[in-house]
Structures are given as structure tokens and as C-alpha cells.
């Protein structure tokens, strides 16, 4: 089954300690992505990747690292993470450009994070 | 620059009737436009998209979109609602010059369907 998948999908922490959110594909897009989805803002771009070792910032880029060493798989990090960064995030994937299916994301579960 | 207006945050509609959420959508390029839905505690589901075909779209569940570049507008509509529609939805442009890629939401409309 085509699938992304994000873990964990919740998670309670504290300021400053460091986490790690996978994603991972199994359609062998190139372009992957990660949103913070906060209320009354919609969903907002974190960082993007057009593919292996090819990443860039979004709209909201701050207090976030992303890698992408193999095409499957695109983390999203925070280093120290603050209270502001309690949000919900997806991570997202898609076919790189060209082709039918041009720009239709395929989207995860989603991780609910929570920084105290 | 690019930007998405979904005119409503709210939408309440009866079981039966017509759905109508707006999406106004400004973009220096030719876009591509996309309705997505969000259930729940789920993660969002591709409705319908306009890459430059047909301007009528049809999606899945009944949905459809009607893209007009006069008015800038790719207003969701669905002949009559079903309590299962209940869902927040997303309207997204997707705009591609010279290899760059920007993704835009809007910030979503809460649909209500009353029994």
C-alpha cells in the first residue's frame, strides 16, 4: 500500500530537549515536505526537499533541521525545541516535476507534539 | 508571490442541500489549483486538482471545482451534502517557474452538516 509514514505520532516533551520526527515513503518520490498546521493559520511550509541531499526552506524554517540522505526517508528536526513549536505537523511527498500526477501530495498521519 | 483566500472558516449547511466553499487564489504564473480534505485526526486526502485541463473538475465523493481565471476562483461545490462531508477543507495553489517549487494554503473552512 502507497503510503508516508510519520512516528511518532504524538509526543510530549520538554523545552530543549532534542527530537526527531521520521517520515518515510514507499512511492519512490523524489519531492518530500514537512507543515505545521496551527489553528486559524492553516497549513504553513516548513522545509522542502526536490530530492537526496537537495533540501530547502519554507515559509517557516526557524528552530528546524531537515537531512535527506536517501530518497525514502526525510526527518524533520528540533534541536531545542520551544513552547511555540506545539503544533501538529505532517510530513508530505510527491512526484518530482513533469508527469500527470504533477504537484498532488500524498500526505501522513500527521505527529501531535507538545512542548512544555 | 503567490497566496490562497478561502472566504469562509465556517460553512453550515443542512443534510441535502448544495455545498459551496470559496477560494480566491492570486499567483504570478500559471498554477496548479487543489482541494484537499482533513477528517478528523487524520492526515489530508487529495479531493480534486486543475492542472491546466478542463476547467470543470470533478473530484471524488460528488465534489467539483470550477476554475476561473477572470475571477481568479476555484470554488468547491457539492450538490447535496452528506453527513460524512462534515470535515475541514483546504484549498492549495502549486506554483512551478524555472524548477522552483512553492506550495501555498489557505487556512481552511470547517464544514458543518446538520441532520
Known amino acids: 500500500e502507497a503510503q508516508v509514514t510519520q512516528n511518532p505520532r504524538y509526543l510530549i516533551t520538554v523545552t530543549g530537549k532534542k527530537l526527531t520526527v521520521t517520515c518515510s515513503q514507499n512511492m519512490n518520490h523524489e519531492y518530500m515536505s514537512w507543515y505545521r498546521q496551527d489553528p486559524g493559520l492553516g497549513l504553513r511550509q516548513i522545509y522542502y526537499s526536490m530530492n537526496v541531499e537537495v533540501t530547502d526552506k519554507g515559509d517557516v524554517p526557524e528552530g528546524y533541521k531537515v537531512s535527506r540522505k536517501e530518497k525514502r526517508n526525510f526527518p524533520l528536526i528540533l534541536e531545542s525545541p520551544s513552547p511555540n513549536q506545539t503544533s501538529l505537523y505532517f510530513c508530505?511527498?510527491?512526484?518530482?516535476?513533469?508527469?500527470?500526477?504533477?504537484?498532488?501530495?500524498?500526505f501522513g498521519e500527521g505527529s501531535r507534539l507538545t512542548v512544555l | 508571490a503567490q497566496s490562497v483566500t478561502q472566504l469562509d472558516s465556517h460553512v453550515s449547511v443542512s443534510e441535502g442541500t448544495p455545498v459551496l466553499l470559496r477560494c480566491n487564489y492570486s499567483s504570478s504564473y500559471s498554477p496548479s489549483l487543489f482541494w484537499y480534505v482533513q477528517h478528523p485526526n487524520k492526515g489530508l486526502q487529495l479531493l480534486l486538482k486543475?492542472?491546466?485541463?478542463?476547467?470543470l473538475v470533478k473530484g471524488i465523493n460528488g465534489f467539483e471545482a470550477e476554475f476561473k481565471k477572470s475571477e481568479t476562483s476555484f470554488h468547491l461545490t457539492k450538490p447535496s451534502a452528506h453527513m460524512s462531508d462534515a470535515a475541514e477543507y483546504f484549498c492549495?495553489?502549486?506554483?512551478?517557474?524555472?524548477?522552483?517549487?512553492?506550495?501555498?494554503f489557505g487556512i481552511g473552512t470547517k464544514l458543518q452538516v446538520i441532520p
Open positions: 492549495v495553489v502549486w506554483g512551478n517557474s524555472g524548477g522552483y517549487q512553492k506550495v501555498t
Open positions: 486543475y492542472t491546466s485541463a478542463a476547467t
Open positions: 508530505a511527498s510527491r512526484m518530482g516535476l513533469g508527469g500527470p500526477y504533477t504537484g498532488e501530495l500524498f
